[in-house]
């Protein structure tokens, strides 16, 4: 069978050549369709979800707030497993997905039966969902710094300017900023105002409530209305004295280890194709720069484009390293300069093949993969190397 088919593309050499060609144009098509990553993500598709509920003991979380929660998100479509753990003060629960597909459709079913089952926890849980990002997402990172070493402002920036533009384009799942300072609207609520006015403290809470999940801002909460059981309508600023104050600070960030920073960190979904998103991210930040206060710059800390690029780098000189060494093997001992050309066409050819394989299963290409090319292009090169040989002792008994 193996004879036949060697007779047959012998013959027809010509129709050989032409297939092996449109199968290498297919495989560098292949080649610039393929996701690009330096980091493989192996992990499993899912969604965490965070609750808080400080100062309760593990006992009591477990209790009252993992359970519950567990409980609520059994079942979720596409679902393969709910995991929770308990600490003090806080619970993880995470939902494990079958696909990656899932993640989006599931997330919002996660938010809906996370605010159902507000109800059966305790009154001052606070609930926090993760996005639908990949465990291996963090894909750039960059520092913002004022050359007049002022820091105050850097943050509003940072979450007025920056984060809500990089949010904005396809394949992030999140922008989180770090360092700076944080600015909160204290409200100090005067007891004799709400009596006066027929209100209790909960209708102070109730008001701001939906104001709470945007930027503060102190004139804008003080107009918030308020009505009395009465029906007397009043304003937040008649009962309450509002300010705006810097919050307690979580952690630092500094730049170098000598000055204190702000700066973002761009997470990517699970499914996004990392080298493509960090040119979408480094373009927006370019047009954003314009819109910078005077003396402020965007340094970039960590670009996973550069690892990418330098990854393929690295096999494209280890498949030159292997066809330089199989060309001078060949005319060292073979002393036939034709033959030499046969790893010239061969082993590019084999890469190609490859990437249609990847491009077909899904394979995006990593450090993982394109490592395990590079192995397999040893195997090759000895396939060459045995295939010429066995050529050449034919062609000498055969005269």
């Not at 449109?22 to 610039?32: C, Q």
Request: hydrophobic residues 50%; proline residues 5%; charged residues 20%.
């Amino acid at each position: 069978m193996i004879a036949r088919a060697v007779a047959w593309c012998t013959r027809r050499h010509w129709i050989v050549i032409a297939a092996a060609l449109v199968l290498a144009s297919a495989g560098e098509l292949a080649r610039r369709s393929l996701s690009r990553d330096a980091i493989p993500d192996l992990s499993d598709p899912q969604i965490a979800l965070v609750a808080d509920w400080m100062g309760h003991p593990a006992t009591a979380v477990a209790r009252d707030v993992t359970r519950v929660l567990t409980e609520a998100l059994e079942g979720i479509p596409g679902a393969t497993a709910v995991r929770g753990s308990s600490m003090s003060g806080m619970a993880y629960v995470v939902v494990v997905f079958e696909s990656p597909r899932n993640l989006e459709r599931g997330r919002q079913t996660i938010i809906e039966r996370a605010q159902n089952a507000r109800a059966r926890l305790p009154q001052y849980v606070r609930l926090q969902v993760g996005p639908a990002a990949s465990s291996t997402g963090w894909v750039f990172q960059y520092v913002l710094v004022d050359r007049f070493r002022k820091m105050r402002g850097l943050r509003s920036v940072q979450d007025g300017v920056l984060a809500p533009a990089l949010a904005a384009i396809p394949g992030v799942a999140e922008v989180a900023s770090v360092g700076g300072d944080v600015n909160q609207a204290l409200v100090e609520v005067k007891p004799e105002q709400l009596r006066a006015r027929g209100l209790a403290f909960t209708d102070v809470v109730a008001a701001l409530r939906p104001a709470a999940q945007g930027p503060a801002n102190v004139q804008e909460l003080s107009r918030l209305s308020l009505v009395a059981h009465d029906g007397a309508p009043s304003r937040i600023g008649d009962v309450a004295d509002l300010k705006l104050t810097r919050d307690m600070p979580t952690g630092m960030a500094d730049f170098n280890g000598v000055l204190s920073a702000v700066g973002g960190i761009v997470i990517a979904k699970r499914d996004a194709d990392p080298a493509e998103l960090v040119e979408r991210v480094k373009r927006t930040l370019g047009e954003l720069r314009p819109r910078l206060p005077r003396g402020v710059q965007i340094v970039t800390v960590y670009d996973r484009l550069d690892l990418v690029t330098r990854t393929g780098h690295t096999l494209l000189r280890a498949l030159a390293e292997e066809v330089a060494v199989v060309v001078l093997v060949i005319l060292m001992f073979l002393l036939h300069a034709r033959s030499a050309l046969v790893p010239l066409a061969t082993l590019p050819f084999v890469l190609l093949l490859t990437f249609c394989g990847m491009w077909l299963l899904g394979v995006s290409a990593t450090i993982m993969s394109l490592g395990g090319i590079a192995i397999a292009l040893g195997m090759a090169v000895d396939a060459d190397v045995v295939a010429l040989e066995a050529c050449h002792r034919r062609l000498e008994r055969l005269g």
